[in-house]
């Protein structure tokens, strides 16, 4: 009773923080001018290891240099992936919705080092369909803000 | 290097949410039940440490200074460490190394933490709002965005799966028989949040959050605090007949979402973390030189591999401790008596500080119900973050 009683006595407050931001993307600012203006994927090779990095980096985290952009295909090949049915977070102001299950996975693309996150699309979303070694393909959506969500990948036919 | 003892314990029970108190109140709790079981009064502190996890949860900047205030600290020093989910076990290294090297005599080390104040004005809903709140830990530009299912989805895909893979383990029958056993230690531990006798065919067939976890796979979220106080040697003995030592400790960072392909499937940060605890505690085969384990289960797949990196068994062989019954509880070497994250509780950042709390506790053998068998006088403590990017591994000792 005496916990009850507390409980009672509990006093709530509603609290929204926002905090906007217009943050530059520094020296990767090609990558997103491309993906928004030109449907294109870039990646960045180190001139000293080799290494391509994708996501791009500016400098290699091996070499400590400035790395030098490659195109990429915007093909590729998954390594790892999961069917999510449940979505709690997500920017607000993006206008695209993942609807369940969507399928988060580390893709290879084709000519980068590193797995890319993204996720995979499909229409029956099966699961077990899309797998380990699945190859996918890159769809542009439109409208394009400059942000990773301008793009996702479905199963690569061939055609 | 001086030897360190943990010479007093305060914990709260992990509970979803605790509306009847403000984070500084609720830290003030886990200190003065630290400094009641060391029979210290605040005085006697020389520093505090914080271990925080998340300020935009507390809806507060630099909330340590506050709490520092409320527990009338004046003058004297405080810091907090933010570390991810190890947040608590690189605090608890950051305060040995205070002790250690003799720049201190009595440190406390503090975490605290409320992640239900959050909440979804959308979906009505805590849990969510949590969620949301939460995923600005992921990267904004390249994860945040695309990772709507939050930390269990990004663990599944960036680790456990491609574990799975690569090694052909763990099954989910293994993997859900981990959930069984956190569940069913957690029914005698009076501080544990969730309480429910499960079957394999329960947590199988509960909702899937990211394949294969499942919701009774997942960790819990809770408002709690919790202390412990750290000593040099002429002070433990001083303070207490049964201090526990710490022999050993080891951290790694490994960058999980940068998702080199070869180390994926891997958590290297823990495997580093615990080969560094083990030199220095003198470790060779952690399976038969220890009594207890308590370790980070964000998801239940991940303790699995957890077994693997940090030694127990070869890699890719970790769902046949769970068959054997190796690490149930009356088994070779129990992990989560406590009832682990899944049905203990979890408050980021402190997590680990309770988990070294309870080891201690079963090292003093003053832990109730719960208590295991101590025969070799070691306990071990794994706190990582949730994506295995920071990892910290520390081996407590009750004499040596």
Known sequence: ?159 | MRRVAIVGVGQLPFRSRRPDRIYQSLTLEAVKAALEDARLTKEDIELIIYSIYGEVMLKQQIPHTYVHDYLGMEGKPSYSIKAGGASDGYALFAAYCHVASGANDLVMLVGFQKSQDLYSSQTRSRGDGFLKGGAIGFDITWQMPISPGGVPALLTVSCLNPHIQRFGGPTPEQIAKVSVKNHRNALVNPNAQLKMDLTVEDVLNSRIIASPTTMYECCLYSDCASALILASEEKAKQITDKPVWITGIGLANWHQPRLEVESLGRMKGLELAAQRAYKMAGIKNPLKELDLVELHDFISGVEIMAYEEMGFCPIGAGGRLVDEGVVEKGGLLPVNVSGGRVACGHAPGVSGISSAGDVVLQLQERAGERQVPIKKGRGLVECIDGDATTNSVIILERKS
């Open chain 1, 1 to 159: 009773m005496q916990q009850k009683k507390k409980e009672a006595e509990i006093f709530e407050a509603p609290y929204r923080y926002i905090a906007d931001y217009l943050y530059s993307y520094g020296e990767i600012s090609k990558f997103f001018r491309e993906v928004k203006d030109n449907k294109q994927l870039y990646a960045t090779k180190c001139p000293q290891c080799g290494v391509v990095w994708c996501p791009p980096r500016g400098f290699c985290s091996h070499c400590y240099v400035p790395t030098d952009w490659v195109p990429l295909t915007g093909k590729g090949t998954v390594l790892a992936c999961t069917y999510c049915y449940f979505e709690a977070t997500g920017e607000e102001q993006l206008p695209h919705h993942f609807d369940l299950p969507f399928i988060m996975a580390i893709i290879k693309l084709d000519g980068a080092d590193t797995g890319f996150l993204h996720t995979v699309r499909s229409k029956e979303a099966k699961m077990g369909e899309i797998k380990a070694g699945t190859r996918v393909k890159i769809v542009w959506r439109e409208p394009r803000l400059g942000k990773v969500v301008d793009f996702y990948f479905v199963p690569d036919d061939g055609k």
